[in-house]
T-cell receptor
């Protein structure tokens, strides 16, 4: 199946600093990628939909100035958590769909996830 | 609104069979996905149903009833490694995945 690579797997940063997380589709082109956040024992929460060459679409309640998304190419999307605070500590996961296979029955392939801890 | 319901936690015995149910309400419907997620890892795809009926894949099977807004994931011959969370996700009219909270499955020897 298709592979989505996410980096880094885990990161610890100081409060007030920024952290960039990369999501790459390795063997297919992903016009659209999705960024999720997952708190312990909770489900995936969609943060934003990343569109190649255009602005990301953010879900209600997600601060677009705090969570910067850049989708500069068909294989790379980045999420930057700016001015991180301890409450931003979470598991961040990206996913992408192989659009050449169509939309309806295409499963989302997930990156490995990034465990962010802000101290 | 859009909503996915599944049990929070289930317990089963190694070697047995377990059925995890999921009900959904979405704006439009383009299929139902099941994912497995081990603690601290990203979800992995298990199955996809868009037509009514049962899809079998080895030890795992998934069922869909569109008229009832209902699906289940059936796991047979349970193994300890099947201990994980199982996520149900429905694809809405915009092909966006609406996620359930997940069912934590605990397998006991």
């Amino acid at each position: 199946g298709a592979v989505v690579s996410q980096h880094p797997s885990w990161v610890i940063c100081k409060s007030g600093t920024s952290v960039k997380i990369e999501c790459r589709s390795l063997d297919f082109q992903a016009t659209t990628m999705f960024w999720y956040r997952q708190f312990p024992k909770q489900s995936l929460m969609l943060m934003a939909t990343s569109n190649e060459g255009s602005k990301a679409t953010y879900e209600q309640g997600v601060e677009k100035d705090k969570f910067l998304i850049n989708h500069a190419s068909l294989t790379l999307s980045t999420l930057t958590v700016t001015s991180a605070h301890p409450e931003d500590s979470s598991f961040y996961i990206c996913s992408a769909r192989d659009l050449d296979r169509g939309l309806a029955d295409t499963e989302a392939f997930f990156g490995q996830g990034t465990r962010l801890t802000v101290v | 609104g859009q909503n996915i319901d599944q049990p929070t936690e289930m317990t089963a015995t190694e070697g047995a069979i377990v059925q995890i149910n999921c009900t959904y309400q979405t704006s439009g419907f383009n299929g139902l996905f099941w994912y497995q997620q081990h603690a601290g890892e990203a979800p992995t795809f298990l199955s996809y149903n868009v037509l009514d009926g049962l899809e079998e894949k080895g030890r795992f099977s998934s069922f869909l009833s569109r008229s009832k807004g209902y699906s289940y994931l059936l796991l047979k011959e349970l193994q300890m490694k099947d201990s994980a969370s199982y996520l149900c996700a429905a694809s809405d009219s915009n092909y966006q995945l609406i996620w359930g909270a997940g069912t934590k499955l605990i397998i006991k020897p």
